[in-house]
C-alpha cells in the first residue's frame, strides 16, 4: 500500500531521515467469512450470497487470534464476503479490540444500518473501509445489485455521524474510469476520512475481468489527478488520507512527479520511498481465508502456504521451504524482464506478483500491469 499523503507531506514538510523500522509481525486480512450479500465483478474471494462449509468457529478464530498475539501481529482487517453477515462479528472485534489489535472492518456498506450503527460504534474499530466502484447506476452495475449505491453510502454517512473513521475504496478499471472525478468529489461533499484506490489485481473474479483492467494512459492520467487532489486538500489543511494498493508502481510515478514538481525534494523523498520498500505481499502483508488456510497476500488465494487448523500462523508464516514465499522474502526478489533491470526496485521491490503468475504462469515475470515506461524504470530523465 503506498501512502501517497503521507509522501506528499514529505515534499511540503521535510522530515528526519531516521533509520528504517522493520515490523515485527505482518498486518493480518482475515476472511472471516465468505458469504456475500453481493456478487460484485472485482471480487478475489469469488463470494456469493450462500453459507460456505469448513469455515472457522468462532473459538477457533480465538485461539488464532492468541497465536497472532503472540507473534505480535499489530494490526486485524477484519473482511468476507461481507463480514456484518458473520453471525459473531461484534463478539469477535470485541475480542480483538480487548487483545490490544489495531482493528479495521472491510465492508460493502449496504448493512452498516440504523439498526446496527450503535454496536459499530461502540466496537471503536480504528477505521471502517467501504467499497465503492462509481457514482449510481455504475457502481450499481459492478455490484450487480439495484439501489447497492445509495445503501452503502448511506451506511458510510451513518459511520460519519456516529464519528467513525470511514474511508472509500475504488478499483480502477475501463468500466468506472469516467467516474474517477465525481469519486474525489464524493469525498469533499461527504466529508470522508479516506480514499484508497485499488488498482485491478488478477485474482478471483478480477482475474475473469482483467481484459478490463483500465489502460495504461488512463492510469496515467487518474494518477495525475490523484496527485493533483491530493497536493490540493494538503495546501488547503484539509486532513485527507489518500492511499494506493496493487500497484507499487505508483510510488515510482510520483516520485518521478516530485522530480519535475519539486526537484529540491526529490532526494528526501526517494529515500523516504526506499525506507518503505514497495510490494510487502509475503513480508509484512498477510491473509487468512475464512477456511484458515494462510496466503501471501488476498490475491493469492490459488496458493496455500498451510492453514491454522494444522499449524500456528507464526510457523506457516516463518515457513520459507515454499518457493513462493522463499522468493517473496528474499532481498533482492528473483525478478525477470523489466522488473529485474529496473533501477527503482528498492521502492517497488517487483510490484504485486499475482499479475506475472496469473499471466505468464511465473511470479518471478515482469509485471503486465507495470504502466511505466522504460525511461521512467531506467532513471534515464
Request: hydrophobic share 35%; charged share 25%; net charge negative.
Amino acid at each position: 500500500m503506498f501512502r501517497l499523503s503521507q509522501y506528499m507531506r514529505e515534499v511540503l514538510h521535510p522530515t528526519v531521515i531516521k533509520p528504517t523500522r522493520k515490523p515485527l509481525a505482518p498486518v493480518v486480512i482475515w476472511n472471516l467469512i465468505r458469504r456475500c450479500n453481493l456478487t460484485c465483478k472485482h471480487c478475489y474471494t469469488t463470494s456469493t450470497d450462500i453459507d460456505f462449509p469448513g469455515e472457522l468457529t468462532t473459538p477457533e478464530i480465538y485461539t488464532v487470534m492468541d497465536e497472532l498475539k503472540d507473534c505480535k501481529v499489530p494490526v486485524l482487517i477484519l473482511s468476507g464476503g461481507e463480514p456484518l453477515l458473520h453471525p459473531d462479528i461484534f463478539k469477535i472485534s470485541q475480542h480483538a479490540k480487548g487483545m490490544g489489535f489495531y482493528l479495521a472492518l472491510s465492508s460493502n456498506g449496504t448493512l452498516i444500518t440504523p439498526d446496527n450503527i450503535s454496536q459499530i460504534a461502540a466496537i471503536n474499530y480504528q477505521y471502517v473501509g467501504v467499497s465503492l466502484d462509481g457514482i449510481g447506476q455504475t457502481h450499481d452495475k459492478f455490484r450487480q445489485k439495484q439501489g447497492s449505491f445509495e445503501q452503502s453510502l448511506a451506511g458510510i454517512r451513518l459511520c460519519i455521524d456516529n464519528d467513525i473513521k470511514v474511508g472509500i475504496r475504488f478499483t480502477l478499471t475501463q468500466d468506472n474510469v469516467d467516474d474517477f472525478p465525481a469519486m474525489l468529489q464524493l469525498m469533499d461533499d461527504e466529508n470522508i476520512d479516506k480514499f484508497y484506490l485499488s488498482h485491478l489485481n488478477y485474482g478471483g473474479r478480477g482475474d475473469k475481468n482483467r481484459k478490463s483492467d483500465a489502460a495504461f494512459k488512463m492510469t496515467r492520467e487518474v494518477m495525475d489527478l490523484l496527485f493533483e487532489q491530493c497536493l490540493k486538500w494538503e495546501l488547503q489543511g484539509v486532513e485527507r488520507e489518500i492511499v494506493t494498493g496493487n500497484n507499487d508502481a505508483d510510488a515510482v510515478y510520483f516520485l518521478h512527479w516530485v522530480k519535475r514538481n519539486y526537484p529540491k525534494q526529490a532526494e528526501h523523498v526517494q529515500t523516504k520511498l526506499e525506507q518503505w520498500g514497495g510490494n510487502a505481499s509475503g513480508i509484512n502483508v498477510a491473509n487468512i481465508d475464512n477456511l484458515g488456510f494462510v496466503h501471501p497476500d488476498t490475491f493469492w488465494w490459488k496458493h496455500s502456504l498451510g492453514n491454522v487448523k494444522d499449524r500456528t500462523f507464526s510457523d506457516i508464516w516463518s515457513d520459507i521451504s515454499d518457493p513462493l514465499m522463499a522468493g517473496l522474502k528474499q532481498i533482492p526478489r528473483p525478478l525477470e524482464g523489466r522488473c529485474k533491470d529496473c533501477y527503482y526496485q528498492k521502492i517497488c521491490n517487483g510490484n504485486t506478483r499475482v499479475r506475472a503468475q496469473q499471466v505468464y504462469g511465473n511470479p518471478w515475470a515482469e509485471d503486465p500491469g507495470c504502466y511505466l515506461t522504460q525511461n521512467e524504470i531506467s532513471n534515464t530523465l
